[in-house]
């Protein structure tokens, strides 16, 4: 096969989230995970104290958190103001698509948290070209939410001189290992280009941008005005106010499950109501409806993998779930093409679905997928190969 699957979970070596094997066959993002039982986490919590004391303010908020109202967002409120006593901004980056449970929780952060909360919200016209652009540009219609959640706290960090952010986990070393435990490893301009957003920015979107790109064809007349919200402050305007970013996993014993149940008995937070499509979870994702949908799609039609091996990960580590039983979860859900998401989301953009799927064929990673008798074959991780869907377009 020319994809491995680790030994231990169930990630690909096609993943989007870059990682290794060792020579057991074991990814680094389980490598990783491992550390955690050895990591003295009474100690880490002091040095957390510790340093979020340094930014306490008499006139000024004392830090900045990036929140989508997800269960995550929760409990990084939960642990700054309840535990830690800090005076929270919250700030949100609305990308018009949350499901009506994410809507509920979000709001409610303003009530539950006592805290000041700042949304923004771009013009849906706006998002609507951007969904088209970076489903044409890259396969990856929420590129736009990418942008704005990794940028829009930042800029209000700068304009309100708050030196101190919250985020939850960091993705990348969460789920590949790209860090260790012992890196402490802090938000950075440059993963946030290179990695968040794959190398893009917010003027690639522009008309000018795709010109310079060469995809002039992508053209939707955007422009700077319109993509306010995706600027990110220069390095003078960070530097003036010191800003940085604290990843609130390395000082934690982070178990989103157990944590996910706190915040439902303490704060009434709420999963989805409808299952999902493509995953077995109700408690991710809620802030866009396309994300465990269409949006992932995109993810194994691209790298042969999707939510499904995602969340079995997730739970397999920690040994919430055996890795035969994340098997057949990936078996049961990363194929699967989302009707009802597809169709509102062609609705939206205003496409056919015919025009979708060729556009879909031209993302397909040729170290996962072959043509047999007209049709897209990849291996699995259960042995067989198997085929999945037809061949638009070559």
């Known amino acids: ?31 990783v995970h491992e550390q955690k039982k ?36 929760y409990f990084q409120t939960h642990i700054a103001v309840k535990e830690l006593g800090l005076k929270a901004l919250l700030v949100t980056y609305h990308g018009n698509n949350y499901l009506p449970e994410g809507e509920y929780n979000l709001y409610r952060m303003r009530e539950v948290f006592d805290c000041d909360h700042i949304i923004v919200r771009p013009s849906v016209d706006a998002l609507i070209k951007m969904n088209r652009v970076g489903f044409k540009l890259q396969g990856d219609m929420n590129w736009h939410a990418h942008c704005g ?71 939707e007349g955007l422009t700077a005005k319109d993509l306010m919200w995706g600027q990110y402050p220069s390095d003078e305007e960070i530097d003036q106010v010191g800003v940085r970013g604290l ?35 109700r408690i991710s994702n809620l802030d866009d409806m396309h994300e465990n949908g269409i949006h992932d799609y995109l993810k194994f039609i691209k790298f042969g993998y999707g939510r499904g091996s995602d969340h079995a990960c997730r739970d397999i580590r920690p040994g919430i779930m055996t890795r035969e039983h994340g098997i057949e979860m990936v078996r049961k859900y990363d194929h699967v093409k989302p009707r009802r998401d597809l169709e509102r989301w062609l ?48």
């Not at 870059?18 to 993002?29: K, Q, R, T, Y």
Request: some cysteine.
């Open 247 to 281: 990843y609130l996993f390395n000082f934690l014993d982070w178990e989103g499950n157990q944590q996910t149940k706190l915040m439902t008995e303490l704060y009434g937070w709420r999963p989805a109501e409808q299952p999902f499509e493509r995953t077995y979870r």
């Open 347 to 394: 609705k939206y953009v205003d496409m056919t679905e015919e025009e979708f799927d060729s556009i879909c064929d031209t993302f397909r990673d040729r170290r996962v997928w072959r043509i047999e008798n007209g049709q897209w074959v990849k291996d699995n991780i259960w042995g067989e190969p198997s085929a999945y869907g037809t061949v638009h377009q070559s």
């Open 149 to 219: 959640i990794f940028t829009v706290p930042i800029q209000v960090a700068v304009r309100y001189k708050v030196p101190l952010l919250l985020w939850g986990e960091h993705g990348f070393m969460d789920l590949g290992g790209m860090y260790s435990y012992n890196d402490l490893v802090e938000f950075t301009a440059k993963h946030r280009l290179e990695h968040n957003l794959r190398g893009y920015d917010w003027d690639d979107f522009t008309d000018d941008g795709l010109e310079k790109l060469g995809r002039s064809e992508l053209k």
């Open 38 to 73: 050895s990591i003295d986490w009474e100690q880490r919590w002091q040095w957390l104290k510790e340093l979020t004391d340094e930014y306490r303010s008499d006139s000024n908020y004392d830090i900045v958190i990036p929140v989508s109202g997800g269960k995550d967002s």
């Open 1 to 31: 096969m020319s994809v491995q699957y680790c030994t231990k979970c169930v990630y690909p070596s096609s993943s989007a989230v870059p990682l290794m094997f060792d020579e057991e066959g074991v990814c680094s993002g389980c490598r």
